[in-house]
């Protein structure tokens, strides 16, 4: 393992600060209810001990990203871009937006901007507007649009920079007090590395330390096409004091980068797997380096929970969840590999999704014996499923009451439906559910136990396991009528057993035009999918969710519609966040524009 103890020195080059030895600071108390970071606090419970208010109405309607039509236009209609949640504290409401253009190759062309608004007299008014030197790894090629995320905390904001830097701005007018970055990313002449990235949300503890994840890698164009250069969790303090530890080694079960990994079949080997007993051929994993998006989950008694996976393509199978001691020492790390046993030739009825082996969407058909020798597999790889971390995704460890730490993992064979992962506060695999791609849950406690609560989407149009449509035909409802096209927003006991769902039966697609009426089309027979990916639990359990049929929706404990509001759009869209407000607001976010609704 390797550690750096960092001095006190923060830079802040790119701006003209000089660089400086800070004094520590005093923790501000906590003060009225606010929603100041990821999924609202460090264990990232998507909770707030308020009473939501009433979907009756739109209170403000602010576009922030206005590239949506190009982000549209070159992915096919969709809108493949991660944003960050609304940080909401008092009257005062902090954005980003976005600028620039987007285009299919490099994320650079475009800028990230943070943004204070505060309610005045009722209305949501821009107070500054920072212009951030930020900008993600890749393009539109390699992953979804990563997200650009600040966080409040010790009376500032703090804001994601480049190289590997965070931005420390004054509240009040959104001034740049300091850039504060580990003397490591810079270059011997003191300037920013180009190919050094903050890749996470950065998260605040209870006692005002800050957490992000950093990547350097060896080039900005084909981001898979070089191995990775190295990765760290970084730690600073109220005072500005640094300390970081790389992930390169911290963990000894982790492949190194030039270790072979457990690679896939070939597609000219359909139906999966070949042979009860085929093995895939291995490559190289890659780098174990942090996923992108993924935001530090922080216990109460100060462990700090992330994720890595092998930086190539294949790497993505072989990653980890780990716990790290608040000295940055590795505390335990465990496999998200091999842990899934309900693939091949289980039926839906008990706990699978697949048809049945031999049919179309379904695993090889071997006979006898070799459906016993491949039962619950994976196809792709004939083992059991591994729970993989996407570069595409922004799930994030949430840590509930009693210390178990839950994760949405990403899996193939069931749909592209992943897993929703439990481990215990020592790193014992718990169990999985049958969903869990790209969400960060949400924690309800009541009657001295707690639930959890994920969107549940049951895909379609894109085969059960493979991207061929004649061995795993696109129509799921036909082709496996016993596990439908079907959408959900559902709520799971400790133990991942269903409490209730609540399903998505809208058929129509609707827009806001720009006189403010509504037109709607009925195209959608199967409904939409739940776009959200931190959804909002408030005092009484009342769920808010997004959903991509344009509407913001409030649910019941029960599973029961208490309302639901149309924003903007229906459109497909990777997975935006809610927020809520002291005052009860539910802060959302439909194509490219902030929602505020409440009575």
Same mark, same amino acid.
């Given at each position: ?69 190009? !982000? ?16 909401? !504290? ?39 507007? +920072? ?11 390699? +992953? ?70 950093? @990547? ?45 990994? @457990? ?198 149009? @894109? ?24 959408? +959900? ?39 939409? !999918? ?17 959903? !991509? ?45 902030? +929602?505020?609704?409440?009575?």
């Amino acid at each position: 393992m390797k550690r750096f103890g960092i001095a006190v020195l923060v830079c802040a080059l790119a701006v003209g600060l000089w660089c400086s030895l800070r004094t520590p600071i005093t923790i501000e108390a906590q003060g009225s209810p606010a929603w100041p970071q990821w999924a609202q606090n460090p264990q990232h419970t998507g909770f707030l001990n308020v009473n939501g208010q009433d979907l009756n109405r739109i209170l403000a309607n602010i576009i922030y990203d206005p590239l949506v039509p190009d !982000e549209q236009a070159l992915n096919g209609g969709n809108l493949l871009v991660h944003y960050q949640v609304s940080l909401v !504290e008092g009257n005062d409401v902090y954005m980003e937006s976005k600028a620039g253009n987007y285009t299919k190759g490099s994320y650079n062309t475009e800028t990230w901007h943070q943004n204070k608004f505060t309610w005045v007299n009722g209305q949501l008014t821009k107070v500054w507007t +920072f212009d951030s030197d930020w900008i993600p790894p890749g393009g539109q090629a390699d +992953f979804w649009e990563p997200v650009y995320h600040a966080v409040l905390a010790n009376g500032f904001v703090y804001d994601p920079g480049a190289g590997g830097s965070i931005f420390k701005l004054n509240k009040s007018n959104g001034t740049a007090i300091e850039r504060i970055v580990p003397s490591q990313f810079l270059h011997p002449d003191g300037t920013l590395s180009a190919h050094t990235f903050t890749v996470s949300p950065l998260t605040t503890d209870s006692a005002g330390n800050i957490y992000y994840n950093v @990547l350097k890698i060896q080039d900005n164009g084909n981001f898979y096409g070089m191995d990775a250069v190295d990765s760290w969790l970084v730690k600073v303090a109220p005072d500005d004091t640094i300390s970081m530890v790389s992930y390169t080694g911290l963990n000894p079960a982790a492949p190194k980068s030039t270790d072979l990994c @457990l690679g896939i079949f070939s597609s000219s080997q359909l139906p999966w797997p070949p042979s009860a007993d085929a093995v895939p051929p291995s490559v190289p994993c890659g780098l174990q380096r942090v996923g992108l998006n993924i935001a530090p989950a922080i216990a109460p008694d100060g462990t700090i929970y992330t994720l890595t996976r092998g930086h190539f393509l294949i790497g993505a199978r072989h990653s980890f969840l780990l716990a790290i001691n608040p000295n940055l020492t590795l505390k335990w790390a465990t496999s998200l590999r091999n842990r899934f046993h309900d693939g091949c030739g289980v039926s839906p009825a008990t706990g699978g999704t697949l048809p049945p082996n031999g049919q179309l969407g379904g695993c090889r058909d071997l006979g006898p014996a070799g459906n016993t020798a491949i039962l619950g597999n994976d196809p792709a790889q004939n083992t059991p499923g591994a729970g993989r971390i996407l570069d595409d995704e922004s799930s994030t460890p949430t840590v509930a009451p009693d210390g178990s730490i839950f994760f949405g993992a990403y899996s193939r064979y069931n749909y592209a439906q992943g897993h929703l992962m439990r481990f215990s506060a020592n790193g014992d695999y718990l169990g999985a559910f049958g969903f869990g791609w790209d969400s960060t849950v949400a924690i309800y406690q009541h009657d001295s136990t707690y639930s959890v609560v994920i969107k549940n989407n049951h895909y379609s149009g @894109l085969g059960s396991y493979c991207n061929d449509p004649t061995i795993c035909p696109t129509d799921r409802t036909a082709t496996n009528p016993a596990s439908p096209e079907e959408f +959900f927003v559902t709520q799971l006991s400790p133990n991942l057993t269903i409490e209730w769902s609540f399903k998505n039966t809208n058929t129509q697609s609707c827009t806001r035009n720009a006189n403010g009426s509504i037109t709607c089309l009925s195209d959608h027979p199967n409904s939409f !999918e739940w776009c959200v990916n931190a959804p909002v639990i408030d005092r009484n359990g009342v769920v808010y969710a997004n959903s !991509e049929d344009g509407n913001l929706y409030a649910i019941n404990q029960g599973g029961t519609l208490k309302q639901k509001l149309f924003q903007q759009l229906a459109l497909g869209a990777a997975y935006t966040p809610t927020s809520l407000g002291g005052d009860g607001k539910i802060y959302s976010q439909n194509a490219g524009h902030l +929602f505020v609704v409440g009575k």
